[in-house]
Each structure stands twice: as structure tokens, then as C-alpha cells.
């Protein structure tokens, strides 16, 4: 989880850098929207950065040289930051489609669900849609093991939730393939498909 929510938040950087450049978007948002989005979205990435690090440092922790009650602690540490960070890595992939893509006129991008289980259920989803653009597959939410409950996708509680999710449209679909941003995925996976 450590390793892909890193990834996550590395890419997350770059996609900032295209989303409130002055190029790719200029026509899409007023300055001032630019800026609170442009706000909103760096307030995500602190959120989840502070987390990982915190992730990382316990897992740092020379382990063998603590008594076992000490183990127990950090391990219940452990578990309560994963779930943390997999909501907030969750929370950033629903601002993205929802508060930056989703209010941009074209319409046109998307990115794909966010997915705890990482890259084979991704690579599972990329797969499971078929040449005509219908989406096939069900909803990625299901509950691992050796996690608490998570958060829905519906949760009232995100710190950037719309009323209502945008739907995705057929425009996405280019020569019969999905076109999806997906941070979960390392780029030579994508690279391969």
C-alpha cells in the first residue's frame, strides 16, 4: 500500500502541473476558479503526503529490538494509517473525476476508479470494458481483507464531494479504446496495454 499510494501521489504532481498549467485547460476555468481548485487539489496532496510519510516512519521501525507489546502497537498503527491513506488516495481519485474533470466543458477525460487492491483489479477494469465503449464492469468497492470498513463512494463526509457523481460519456472512447488516467497503474503497464 506504501509503495502505490507513493506512486499515486507522484503522479498526482504531474497531473497538477497539466490541470492548472496555463496550456492544456486555459479555456476551461476562469483564474479564480483555477486558483480554488488549483487550492482545493494541493490541500489533497498535503493531506496524503503527511499520511504516507507517516506510514513510511513506522514501517522504518526496527521491529526485532521492541518487546512484543510494542510490536502489537505499531502494527495497530500500521493498519489504522493504511486505512487512512487508502481513503484519502480514494478521496483524491473522486475530487479528480469529480471537482477538476467533471466540471470542465469538454468533457472529454476521465480517470479511472480508484481501486485498493491495486494494480491487478485496475489491470481488471481496463480489461473489462469492450470495443463498443459499454461499461461491463460492477463497482470496485469491495471490502479486502484485513481492512475495517471503508468509506462509499457516496460518503457525504469527502472533503471534495459533489452532489452528483458526473456520468461518463461515450466521448472518452477513441478508435474503439478507453482513453483513462490511471494513477494506480506504473506507466509501463500502461505502456504494455
Same mark, same amino acid.
Given at each position: ?5 507513493r506512486?499515486?501521489l507522484?503522479?498526482?504532481y504531474?497531473?497538477a ?6 496550456e492544456l485547460?486555459?479555456d ?6 483555477r486558483?480554488?481548485k ?5 490541500? $489533497?496532496?498535503q493531506q /496524503?503526503?503527511?499520511? #504516507?510519510?507517516? %506510514?513510511?516512519?513506522?514501517?522504518? *521501525? ?6 512484543d507489546?510494542?510490536?502489537?502497537e505499531?502494527r495497530? $498503527?500500521?493498519?489504522? /494509517?493504511s486505512?487512512? #491513506?487508502?481513503? %484519502?488516495?480514494?478521496?483524491?481519485? *473522486? ?7 467533471g466540471?470542465?466543458?469538454?468533457g ?12 491487478e ?8 470494458w ?14 479486502t ?7 462509499s463512494r ?7 464531494s459533489s ?6 460519456r461515450?466521448?472518452?472512447f477513441?478508435?474503439?479504446k478507453?482513453?483513462?488516467?490511471d494513477?494506480?497503474?506504473p506507466p ?6
Amino acid at each position: 500500500r506504501l509503495f502505490r499510494s507513493r506512486r499515486i501521489l507522484s503522479y498526482s504532481y504531474a497531473f497538477a502541473y497539466y490541470m492548472f498549467g496555463e496550456e492544456l485547460f486555459k479555456d476551461e476555468m476562469s483564474p479564480k476558479e483555477r486558483e480554488i481548485k488549483k487550492n482545493l487539489f494541493e490541500d $489533497q496532496q498535503q493531506q /496524503l503526503d503527511g499520511n #504516507v510519510e507517516k %506510514l513510511s516512519q513506522f514501517l522504518e *521501525e526496527p521491529f526485532d529490538e521492541f518487546s512484543d507489546d510494542k510490536v502489537t502497537e505499531i502494527r495497530i $498503527q500500521i493498519i489504522n /494509517l493504511s486505512v487512512v #491513506v487508502d481513503s %484519502l488516495c480514494k478521496k483524491m481519485y *473522486e475530487c479528480i473525476e469529480n471537482e477538476l474533470l467533471g466540471s470542465l466543458q469538454c468533457g472529454i477525460h476521465n480517470i479511472a476508479p480508484y481501486s485498493s487492491k491495486g494494480i491487478e483489479q485496475a489491470a481488471e477494469f481496463h480489461a473489462s470494458w469492450n470495443s463498443n465503449g459499454a461499461d461491463k464492469s460492477q463497482p470496485l468497492d469491495s471490502v479486502t481483507s484485513g481492512e475495517t470498513s471503508k468509506p462509499s463512494r457516496d460518503s457525504e463526509d469527502t472533503i471534495c464531494s459533489s452532489s452528483q457523481k458526473r456520468p461518463r460519456r461515450e466521448e472518452t472512447f477513441i478508435n474503439s479504446k478507453v482513453t483513462l488516467l490511471d494513477l494506480n497503474l506504473p506507466p509501463d503497464f500502461i505502456d504494455q496495454n
